[in-house]
T-cell receptor, first 111, second 113 residues
């Protein structure tokens, strides 16, 4: 039973436009969420996180939004760049030490 | 500063064999977690070790075991390998037990034939 779901396997965006990656979760006990980016042949790289006491967190071109009532979060990348092309994983922290990952979304930014 | 290092990067094993994967965390980090990533899925939590003690275990059979050494490096052992154990095994390190910012290694690609 998947507790963290990324329902879009892939997303294609034009360079300079906004990329929006979505993530849903089912466990209401999750209180911390993270986004990771992964290039082929590399491990996941931490991008940005958000605590459940917030509804938004920004870091440069990356913004994460959290809607607790809908159990939904999204990652916005503005503007998108070709180097952003990668697999993006949404993850939730369970019991403080276990990351529960979604299946990932492949983002392709076209130049 | 070196990041999380894993060895080997690739290996091929036969069904029924045993394998040991190794991980060195970032200097100063005391926690190591192991994850399995099967093709097309997100990483799945296997174990967390902190100060040489197991602090968390995922839903994996007893064929999977791990340990952490005094220098905080870690080994993941898998016995009686099955074809389904073919995956990318990722190690993540963090300073404490709470993984609000875990740093991952590049992974070990295990192929069981």
């Amino acid at each position: 039973d998947q507790q963290v779901k990324q329902n879009s396997p892939s997303l294609s965006v034009q360079e300079g436009r906004i990329s929006i990656l979505n993530c849903d979760y089912t466990n209401s006990m999750f209180d911390y969420f993270l986004w990771y980016k992964k290039y082929p042949a590399e491990g996941p790289t931490f991008l940005i996180s958000i605590s459940s006491i917030k509804d938004k967190n920004e870091d440069g071109r990356f913004t994460v939004f959290l809607n607790k009532s809908a159990k939904h979060l999204s990652l916005h990348i503005v503007p998108s760049q070709p180097g952003d092309s990668a697999v993006y994983f949404c993850a939730a922290l369970e019991y403080g030490n276990k990351l529960v990952f979604g299946a990932g979304t492949i983002l392709r930014v076209k130049s | 500063d070196a990041g999380v290092t894993q060895s080997p990067t690739h290996l091929i094993k036969t069904r029924g064999q045993h394998v040991t994967l190794r991980c060195s965390p970032i200097s100063g980090h005391k926690s190591v977690s192991w994850y399995q990533q099967v093709l097309g899925q997100g990483p799945q939590f296997i174990f967390q070790y902190y100060e040489k003690e197991e602090r968390g275990r995922g839903n994996f059979p007893d064929r999977f075991s791990a340990r952490q050494f005094p220098n905080y490096s870690s080994e993941l052992n898998v016995n009686a390998l099955l074809l389904g154990d073919s995956a990318l095994y990722l190690c993540a390190s963090s300073y404490g037990t709470v993984n609000t910012e875990a740093f991952f290694g590049q992974g070990t690609r295990l192929t069981v034939v």
